[in-house]
T-cell receptor
């Protein structure tokens, strides 16, 4: 049981390049989400999905796209990278979107992205 | 505005000493509050979760308290170890309406334990 995995761990892009951050979970969780973590700030929600084929925007969605074709995978796409997208990106999953005490969010190890 | 504030921003203590981290929140309606530990270069890992009706919860050397009336929580670490060096993040879950399922993250307290 690998939990939540993310690839790559590190990535350097030039302004305007595109790339996809991969996220996968093997816990059969319905809810998956992407966060970005910037120095001195709390984690901010980018996009989330409540199940295969269903995605929605979080609080900072601009510049990012997502899709959810399977329960296991939830990739995050940067269409045209900008220096403001330099950050550490975390993928997380939980059984559902609910707030039950049993509904713990599990985080991946993160992807550190630098946009020059 | 729904917010989570943590203090102090950073803390340095000697190995074996105790410390207490603070979390104040304005999230309403409130569902639960979690403390996460985030080691450098890793994702956050849940330490404790507390609901409205719980005042204290322990996980080994970690003890969390919650006062839902004053909307304050604390995380007490006893007999600190070098491995406790990490960022500790307070996360509050909203209960219903626009806050349903929404997680509100504090900025974290960076704890450094020196030998």
């Amino acid at each position: 049981n690998a939990g939540v995995t993310q690839t790559p761990k590190f990535q350097v892009l030039k302004t305007g390049q595109s790339m996809t951050l991969q996220c996968a979970q093997d816990m059969n969780h319905e809810y998956m989400s992407w966060y970005r973590q910037d120095p001195g700030m709390g984690l901010r929600l980018i996009h989330y999905s409540v199940g295969a084929g269903i995605t929605d925007q979080g609080e900072v969605p601009n510049g990012y796209n997502v899709s959810r074709s399977t329960t296991e995978d939830f990739p995050l796409r940067l269409l045209s990278a900008a220096p403001s997208q330099t950050s550490v990106y975390f993928c997380a999953s939980s059984q559902s979107r609910g707030t039950s005490v049993n509904n713990e969010q599990f985080f991946g190890p993160g992807t550190r992205l630098t946009v020059l | 505005k729904n917010q989570v504030e943590q203090s102090p921003q950073s803390l340095i203590i000697l190995e074996g000493k105790n410390c207490t981290l603070q979390c104040n929140y304005t999230v309403s309606p409130f569902s639960n509050l979690r403390w996460y530990k985030q080691d450098t270069g890793r994702g956050p890992v849940s330490l404790t979760i507390m609901t409205f009706s719980e005042n204290t919860k322990s996980n080994g050397r970690y003890t969390a308290t919650l006062d839902a009336d004053t909307k304050q929580s604390s995380l007490h670490i006893t007999a600190s170890q070098l491995s406790d060096s990490a960022s500790y993040i307070c996360v509050v879950s909203g209960d219903r309406g626009s806050t349903l399922g929404r997680l509100y993250f504090g900025r974290g307290t960076q704890l450094t334990v020196w030998p």
